[in-house]
């Protein structure tokens, strides 16, 4: 068995499981944010007034956190009561780890995940949020869900899952300079396309996934979901266990997958080839190299969201942005308030602050075209967030490109896309 | 079941445009139904009936976990969409939340089946008529495991063997 297929084995409490299984799987941790949450809220009224269930305990709040993170700062009156309501619940059941903004750390659920490790490896975990992918750079099966099945978990402490089928990326060699890992899985949903990963798992390994910093194994992961994938994973390793002793997590029990280990698909990659390459608007497979659209003119650069906006991103942007200008709206929001405070101690907020740049509190914000920086009709954005749908930053006739952090910091300092390379 | 058809001749219907963004602060059914489909269909909502059903291409409904994709279109009266192929969370939304049927059709009943066509649905024989055209095509079958939570009426009501 794959490491996927050891894990749900492991949490439906069966000797083994191929791809198309049905396990009903134990969960370890759940997460919630204020868009979940009040979702889940609702599901909970539901099935008290029909009766089906007790809503009155949960199954195990010690293993549930919640976020505050796509309307925060509250954006509006109705965001303002949704964050009443998450606050009222967690006091109702009991839950302690519950990141509110304005009281330390808080951020994006998904960068809370590995930032505060609260998800190890070995674990099975499930979120209300579809990038939940993102945390099986942890060596966890990471999967989001629906605010039903969230509902679910939190009253049962287990759930349903199809074993999925595996796809296997292996990057050889390292990632060349100015590429990122953002560069690689966009050009890895341009192969596959936006359903090539639909309902299987995505693993990341390979000589170039081993040199890669836990940081950018997350980002990987995260934008499996623009595959349709049903989890990304990376299997553990002494780097990642050194990122987990780091942020005080040290008591787990890792699983790897079998040497026999089986793949629906194998995928390789030499990292000397990939270069910088953007997601042209309307989808995250429309994907171009960077060179061949450079000098299209921008209106915004926008850092943020759990896919570009750690501290490595950061550290990326600051890269280029240090002596220079920006030329067009550039906002950076760090992920969670630990990365804006390192961002702080380390100078980067200076280097961003005297590139011109908007710092803003972490928020998903305009990624999602909640809020803080929307986009207008016609505007014209470069952004290291995850999805460009039509309307998913804002106006249905805004046009967003996905790039890495550092096109987009490139990109800022031209006012056009830009390679950094050609800067 | 039996209603008329909205067809949406395109793949990737994403969540984004189900039920945009800045919608995801409400939680009033009736309110999030008001917004169905605005991204790409913005008069969606006066001109939907109950009982009707979208046909659209693959990959309905990639994008985001929110819930508020199947509770706007079943809260606007729709009780199927039938799709070439469906993205995974909006799929299980569907059926663990009761909302509406995800419907695996191939490329002919996806290309035959026009906007208003009057169709005829029945899930046990895993066939779809098409009263307008006198058309007969076929369903994919619900895997074992999505028969029983629709037939339980949702994933809290339905009881593992």
């Given at each position: 068995m794959n490491i996927t297929e050891k894990l749900l084995a492991k949490a439906g409490g069966k000797p083994s499981?191929?791809?198309?299984?049905?396990?009903?799987?134990?969960?370890?941790?759940?997460?919630?944010?204020?868009?979940?949450?009040?979702?889940?809220?609702?599901?909970?009224?539901?099935?008290?007034?029909?009766?089906?269930?007790?809503?009155?305990?949960?199954?195990?709040?010690?293993?549930?956190?919640?976020?505050?993170?796509?309307?925060?700062?509250?954006?509006e009156k109705i965001s303002a009561e949704n964050i009443m309501k998450l606050s009222k619940f967690t006091k109702q059941y009991g839950i302690e780890k519950h990141f509110k903004y304005g009281m330390g750390q808080y951020g994006i659920c998904h960068?809370?995940?590995?930032?505060?490790?609260?998800?190890?490896p070995g674990e099975i975990y499930v979120g209300g949020d579809s990038h939940t992918n993102t945390t099986g750079a942890l060596g966890a099966f990471a999967c989001g869900l629906g605010h039903t099945d969230v509902a679910y978990v939190l009253l049962n402490g287990k759930i349903w899952f199809k074993v999925p089928e595996t796809l296997y990326f292996k990057l050889n060699g390292k990632l060349p300079e100015n590429v990122m890992a953002k560069d690689f899985i966009l050009k890895i949903i341009g192969d596959v396309g936006n359903d090539g990963a639909a309902y299987a798992a995505m693993q990341f390994g390979g000589s170039g996934v081993s040199e890669m910093s836990v940081e950018s194994r997350l980002t990987l992961c995260n934008m499996t979901t623009e595959a349709g994938a049903k989890n990304g994973i990376v299997e553990?390793?002494?780097?990642?266990?050194?990122?987990?002793?780091?942020?005080?997590?040290?008591?787990?029990?890792?699983?790897?997958?079998?040497?026999?280990?089986?793949?629906?698909?194998?995928?390789?990659?030499?990292?000397?080839?990939?270069?910088?390459?953007?997601?042209?608007?309307?989808?995250?497979?429309?994907?171009?190299?960077?060179?061949?659209?450079?000098?299209?003119?921008?209106?915004?650069?926008?850092?943020?969201?759990?896919?570009?906006?750690?501290?490595?991103?950061?550290?990326?942007?600051?890269?280029?942005?240090?002596?220079?200008?920006?030329?067009?709206?550039?906002?950076?929001?760090?992920?969670?308030?630990?990365?804006?405070?390192?961002?702080?101690e380390n100078g980067l907020l200076k280097i961003f602050l005297d590139a011109g740049v908007t710092v803003g509190p972490p928020t998903c914000g305009a990624c999602c075209g909640a809020h803080m920086g929307v986009l207008a009709k016609d505007e014209i954005c470069i952004s290291t967030t995850n999805r460009n749908f039509p309307g998913r930053m804002g106006h249905v006739e805004s046009q967003t490109y996905l790039s890495s952090p550092l096109v987009a910091a490139a990109s800022a300092v031209t006012g056009k896309i830009t390679d950094p390379r050609d800067l | 079941m039996a209603g008329k058809v909205i067809?949406?001749?395109?793949?990737?219907?994403?969540?984004?445009?189900?039920?945009?963004?800045?919608?995801?602060?409400?939680?009033?059914?009736?309110?999030?139904?008001?917004?169905?489909?605005?991204?790409?269909?913005?008069?969606?909502?006066?001109?939907?009936?109950?009982?009707?059903?979208?046909?659209?291409?693959?990959?309905?409904?990639?994008?985001?976990?929110?819930?508020?994709?199947?509770?706007?279109?079943?809260?606007?009266?729709?009780?199927?969409?039938?799709?070439?192929?469906?993205?995974?969370?909006?799929?299980?939304?569907?059926?663990?939340?009761?909302?509406?049927?995800?419907?695996?059709?191939?490329?002919?009943?996806?290309?035959?089946?026009?906007?208003?066509?009057?169709?005829?649905?029945?899930?046990?024989?895993?066939?779809?008529?098409?009263?307008?055209?006198?058309?007969?095509?076929?369903?994919?079958?619900?895997?074992?495991?999505?028969?029983?939570?629709?037939?339980?009426?949702g994933l809290f009501k339905y009881k593992p063997d």
């Open positions: 499981v191929a791809p198309g299984d049905i396990v009903f799987a134990n969960v370890d941790k759940v997460m919630i944010h204020d868009v979940s949450g009040p979702g889940v809220i609702k599901v909970f009224d539901k099935l008290k007034k029909e009766g089906i269930i007790s809503v009155e305990k949960l199954w195990d709040p010690s293993k549930v956190w919640v976020a505050e993170d796509h309307f925060v700062p509250s954006a960068t809370l995940s590995h930032e505060e490790a609260l998800v190890l553990p390793d002494q780097k990642l266990f050194d990122y987990l002793a780091a942020r005080g997590a040290g008591n787990y029990t890792p699983v790897y997958g079998d040497k026999d280990a089986q793949y629906e698909k194998v995928y390789e990659y030499e990292a000397s080839e990939l270069e910088p390459l953007v997601a042209k608007p309307y989808s995250p497979e429309n994907i171009a190299v960077v060179r061949d659209v450079s000098g299209i003119e921008l209106d915004k650069s926008y850092i943020g969201s759990c896919t570009g906006a750690k501290y490595e991103d950061l550290e990326a942007v600051a890269k280029i942005l240090k002596g220079r200008k920006v030329k067009i709206r550039t906002e950076i929001l760090p992920a969670a308030i630990s990365i804006y405070k390192r961002a702080m | 067809k949406y001749e395109r793949d990737n219907i994403d969540t984004d445009v189900i039920l945009p963004g800045t919608y995801l602060k409400l939680h009033d059914y009736d309110e999030i139904a008001k917004h169905a489909t605005e991204g790409i269909d913005p008069n969606f909502h006066a001109r939907v009936k109950k009982g009707d059903f979208i046909v659209a291409g693959k990959n309905f409904g990639c994008g985001s976990s929110r819930e508020h994709a199947p509770i706007a279109l079943s809260h606007c009266g729709i009780t199927a969409v039938l799709a070439l192929s469906f993205a995974r969370i909006f799929y299980r939304n569907a059926v663990d939340g009761a909302f509406l049927l995800p419907i695996e059709i191939d490329e002919t009943a996806y290309k035959k089946i026009s906007e208003n066509d009057q169709l005829e649905i029945n899930t046990q024989k895993n066939e779809i008529k098409n009263l307008t055209k006198n058309e007969v095509y076929s369903m994919k079958p619900f895997s074992d495991i999505i028969s029983k939570i629709i037939a339980a009426g």
